[in-house]
């Protein structure tokens, strides 16, 4: 299935998932798509294996977490930041590292105080290799840390790579 990307989300300097300049991070990109769901793209590498040549499994629980996490993003005009409650993750299959690996989250329930959402990791060949669900409960920002917007380099980074359209 194809999937057109309507816009992307904001990166920042540190964070381990989307932190451009973090050397140890996993550099993720995030895509809105016609559908409001999100779509990570990551390639995974050696400094992010557990057994040799395998991604591991906290870090595949990481760019769940902040896939499914981020969806909400997608659904207001002004942001709105969750908080993880509760995730479940269950592996299927092993992920190799090197390869751009995708990431789907999506919102499937919500109220004024929490939302729920699910997630998946593909692989090139395209299978399932992880699935997750969630739930988070909503929070301003300004009350899970101090934030400074251009300290943390918060921002939209347009590449000339970014895609059109993602197919799944």
Known sequence: MIHKILGKQHNSKMCFVCGLKNKFGIHARFYVTENHELIALFTPSEEHQSYPGRLH???????????????????YEEEVWGVTIDLNVKFKKPIPLNEELKVIGRITSENSRMFEGTGEIIL???ETAVTATGKYLKVPL???????????????????????????
């Open 142 to 168: 300004e009350k899970i840390t101090e934030f400074n917007r251009e300290e943390n380099e918060w921002r939209i980074v347009e590449l000339e790579t970014d895609p059109k359209a993602i197919e799944i």
């Open 124 to 126: 090139q060949n395209g």
């Open 57 to 75: 499994g906290g870090i595949a629980s990481a760019i769940l977490d902040e896939t499914i996490g981020r969806a909400i993003l997608n659904k």
